[in-house]
């Protein structure tokens, strides 16, 4: 505080009566709000001073105490508070601290109470040991305070609030403490749930040690699992596999939490790489003993799992899993709900309705942001900028990717790194900038071949392939196309394979697409575009496009047909559709197709005259 301001709270205390400043001094060790029986006085007791001190307009009552039974007060002004605290010596802080807490806890529930716990051992410590005072039991009650808050930070989604308590209750936990290796897993998974990029890999790693070398294998699996997660969250598919590999084999055909979280994280990551036959078995047996255990967390996770699975595999009935996972992770206020909106979102894409599926993206990134789930931010903030390229928003499409890529290069791998490369390059091939877009397309590709999933993969080869035959160089396209059809067979008829199809036939590949497209088991509306493309059926192509609200796509059929259409001599046809891609392609400055677009025109009236 500033001396002179400092000085007259100060010389106002000073004027107090013993009583009343033992009152203050006592109130400024609980906080800006304190209760009667915290200073260890009777609601009789302290009346007079209580009254006393009202009137000189140093404390006011509060209308409703947040502790049953008792008198709530409140500093008329922190600064007041602050002076008061300061004049109290050192020693006899410590003291009044540790009566504050031993109080608190008086009050049972002590999982409520947790934070306030926390810092008041905390403080008594602290200022024990800058007294010289013994403090080997203050040690012991704030380093077991501190673990209390940080696990009462985390069930409330407060996950770097929670590793910063696990952090100050490690500093006090002695090493040879065989709750230790349990600490640093705590620790290690508060970072890791805050997305903590420089801390969470080697905290990872000492506690998987830690409680490895102490026996516990579920623990040690737990932690590899995370691991696993970690690396897939930077693209890293050969670590995902090894680390989760780790963590199956150290829960074995253990019933317990760690191994239906083991078993549940696997599920997911096969079903994201579309092997969804054994991610619905292995999401199965989670969810069986998350229902066994009454892990609810663990259900939400499982149900959605299995939900994605059916899905894929052909059966409707996953949405309603989807929909009853996320009614159980909303229930219990858990961050899982984010996960499954935005998968949710994934199927209203492959289902055709993008205005749906954008809804659930920003439905998805509101709840990650109340859980403070920055991983699922992130990921999601990948998939919006795909939206905004779809939904005709090519500015901003560009910027984010722009602003992800900038990240991924800084340091922060990610992913998503090859949807916001693969999208750039599109944008940067409309506008004419043809060989940043073909390096984007590349870098995209080898990204996707860094994540181990197959349909990435196949999305970014579509698309680079795509970007190829635009330039002439149809040898390495086809290459990539034959490279996708057996995954188009296998897994379905991926949207991003319509920007290839229109040359599928140059390529000398058009049958044994359309064949893999008839044998596809899902993704029916893409599906029906692809062959509406192998037919040369452009306009078609077009109108399916505008029905799942899809302008970008739109556009570039409509394109297509109207080159195809001057080529036959259909000439107001051809412009009309022309016409049509030159309204979406000036506003977003797509260079290369208006004049592509403007070129066909020109030859239409040049002909038709």
Not at 43 to 70: M, N
Not at 445 to 469: K, R
Request: proline fraction near 2%; glycine fraction near 8%.
């Amino acid at each position: 505080l500033p001396e002179t301001l400092q000085g007259i709270i100060a010389a106002r205390l000073d004027g107090l009566s013993s009583d009343e400043k033992s009152f203050m001094a006592d109130g400024a060790v609980v906080g800006k709000v304190f209760w009667t029986a915290a200073l260890g006085r009777t609601d009789v007791d302290a009346t007079a001073t209580l009254h006393s001190l009202e009137r000189k307009g140093f404390v006011r009552r509060q209308r409703r105490s947040s502790v049953e039974g008792q008198t709530e007060l409140a500093f008329a002004h922190a600064l007041v508070r602050d002076v008061a605290y300061g004049q109290i010596p050192r020693a006899d802080r410590a003291l009044k601290h540790r009566r504050v807490a031993e109080w608190i806890e008086s009050l049972g529930r002590p999982e409520d109470h947790a934070e306030m716990l926390a810092y008041h051992w905390g403080s008594a410590l602290e200022l024990a040991r800058a007294s010289g005072s013994d403090d080997t039991e203050l040690a012991d009650s704030a380093r077991l305070a501190l673990r209390s808050a940080g696990d009462r930070a985390f069930a409330l989604n407060s996950f770097a609030v929670a590793a910063a308590q696990y952090e100050d209750a490690l500093a006090l936990w002695p090493e040879d403490d065989p709750g230790r290796p349990d600490l640093l897993f705590r620790y290690a998974r508060a970072l890791h749930w805050a997305y903590d990029e420089n801390r969470q890999e080697a905290a990872l790693e000492t506690a998987r040690d830690e409680l490895l070398a102490a026996g516990d294998r579920d623990g040690g699996a737990e932690a590899e699992a995370l691991l696993a997660r970690l690396f897939w969250d930077r693209g890293q598919g050969d670590q995902v596999e090894e680390h989760i590999g780790r963590a199956k084999e150290l829960v074995g055909d253990s019933v317990s939490a760690s191994s239906a979280r083991v078993l549940a994280m696997s599920a997911r990551f096969l079903a994201i790489s579309s092997d969804s036959q054994e991610a619905l078995h292995l999401a199965r047996a989670a969810l069986a003993i998350a229902d066994e255990l009454g892990l609810d967390e663990l259900r939400a996770h499982a149900l959605t799992t299995v939900g994605m699975s059916k899905r894929d595999l052909g059966d409707s009935s996953g949405l309603g899993d989807m929909e009853h996972g996320l009614e159980v992770a909303l229930a219990i206020d858990s961050p899982v709900a984010a996960t499954t909106v935005n998968n949710l979102a994934v199927y209203a894409t492959i289902d055709g309705d993008l205005p749906r599926s954008e809804e659930l993206y920003h439905e998805a990134m509101r709840l990650a942001e109340r859980y403070g789930d920055r991983s699922s931010i992130r990921f999601i903030r990948g998939n919006l900028i795909w939206i905004d390229f779809m939904r005709g928003r090519w500015d901003e499409a560009l910027s984010s990717a722009d602003a992800f890529i900038a990240e991924c290069q800084g340091g922060s791998p990610h992913t998503m790194e090859w949807m916001a490369r693969a999208i750039r390059g599109d944008v940067l091939d409309g506008r004419g900038a043809h060989d940043r877009a073909l390096a984007d397309h590349r870098r995209a590709v080898e990204l996707s071949h860094e994540t181990g999933d197959s349909i990435q993969d196949v999305m970014a080869g579509a698309l680079l392939a795509a970007t190829l035959c635009m330039r002439g160089e149809l040898e390495q396209a086809a290459t990539l196309l034959a490279e996708a059809i057996p995954a188009v067979r296998q897994y379905g008829a991926h949207g991003m394979l319509v920007s290839v199809a229109p040359y599928a036939r140059k390529l000398g590949l058009a049958d044994e697409l359309r064949a893999a497209v008839d044998a596809s088991p899902h993704s029916k509306v893409w599906a029906e575009i692809i062959v509406r493309q192998l037919d040369d059926d452009f306009v078609a192509a077009a109108e399916l496009f505008v029905a799942m609200g899809n302008p970008t796509l739109e556009a570039r059929q409509r394109l297509f047909a109207g080159e195809l259409l001057v080529d036959r001599g259909a000439y107001a046809e051809g412009e009309a559709e022309l016409d049509k891609a030159l309204a979406f392609y000036r506003p977003v400055a797509a260079t290369y197709y208006v004049e592509r677009a403007e070129s066909a025109l020109a030859r239409a009236q040049r002909e038709s005259a």
